[in-house]
């Protein structure tokens, strides 16, 4: 059973050019939880999200930053015009269903992402 | 504000040492805390959790924590580390009611000396 896989592992981008980041929960998993993790910080919450729906983008920034969850295929955390400060590790996780407990929340090993 | 301090970025241990990696939180309602380990390549697992109860925990791989609400420190030890125990560990704070929105701290890295 295939954990939650991103890809890819190092993107590097250009100041101005669009970073896609993918997702795919593991398997029989609907929920998916996108964090990002800035240089010396810890993990922030940034979008809850179930098939097609968004449930909570409280930690999303407003502007640049999207994500989507379609009825097939990986999420995807999408950011427009990358600037430098967008450089940061995000990390995405899994669920079977809400409030099932934090034992049930799978993390994958995370997109490293570099603005040059 | 809620906070999670891991005060060591980084720590080295010689391989059969033991080990405790400090965390310390601030937090206004009763938290949940919890311990995770982000080996090379590999995404976050959680090591072990403290919900209520005997404030020593027992986790996976060993590990094991204590939650000291006097002084807001949830530490991590284990008597004697194997190589493979070389990765990264982040402590985090949590609500009893998400299971995802956690305060997490910035992560310690531990090295292993033969």
């Known amino acids: 059973n295939a954990g939650v896989m991103q890809n890819p592992r190092h993107l590097v981008r250009r100041r101005g050019q669009e970073a896609r980041l993918r997702c795919s929960p593991m398997k029989g998993h609907s929920h998916v939880y996108w964090y990002r993790q800035l240089p010396e910080e810890g993990l922030k919450f940034m979008v809850y999200?179930?098939?097609?729906?968004?449930?909570?983008e409280s930690g999303m920034p407003k502007e640049r930053f999207s994500a989507e969850f379609p009825k097939e295929g990986p999420s995807i955390l999408r950011i427009q015009q990358v600037v430098r400060g967008d450089s940061a590790a995000y990390f995405c996780?899994?669920?079977?269903?809400?409030?099932?407990?934090?034992?049930?929340?799978?993390f994958g090993s995370g997109t490293q992402l570099s603005v040059l | 504000a809620q906070s999670v301090t891991q005060p060591d970025i980084h720590i080295t241990v010689s391989e059969g040492a033991s080990l405790e990696l400090r965390c310390n939180y601030s937090y206004g309602a009763t938290p949940y805390l919890f311990w995770y380990v982000q080996s090379p390549g590999q995404g976050l697992q959680l090591l072990l959790k403290?919900?209520?109860?005997d404030t020593l925990v027992q986790g996976i791989k060993g590990f094991e924590a204590e939650f000291k609400r006097s002084q807001s420190s949830f530490n991590l030890r284990k008597p004697s580390v194997h190589w493979s125990d070389a990765a990264e560990y982040f402590c985090?704070?949590?609500?009893?009611?998400?299971?995802?929105?956690?305060?997490w701290g910035a992560g310690t890295k531990l090295i292993i000396k033969p």
């Open positions: 999200l179930q098939k097609e729906n968004i449930i909570d």
């Open positions: 985090a704070v949590g609500p009893m009611d998400s299971n995802y929105q956690l305060i």
């Open positions: 403290y919900f209520s109860g």
């Open positions: 996780a899994s669920s079977p269903q809400s409030g099932t407990g934090i034992e049930k929340l799978f």
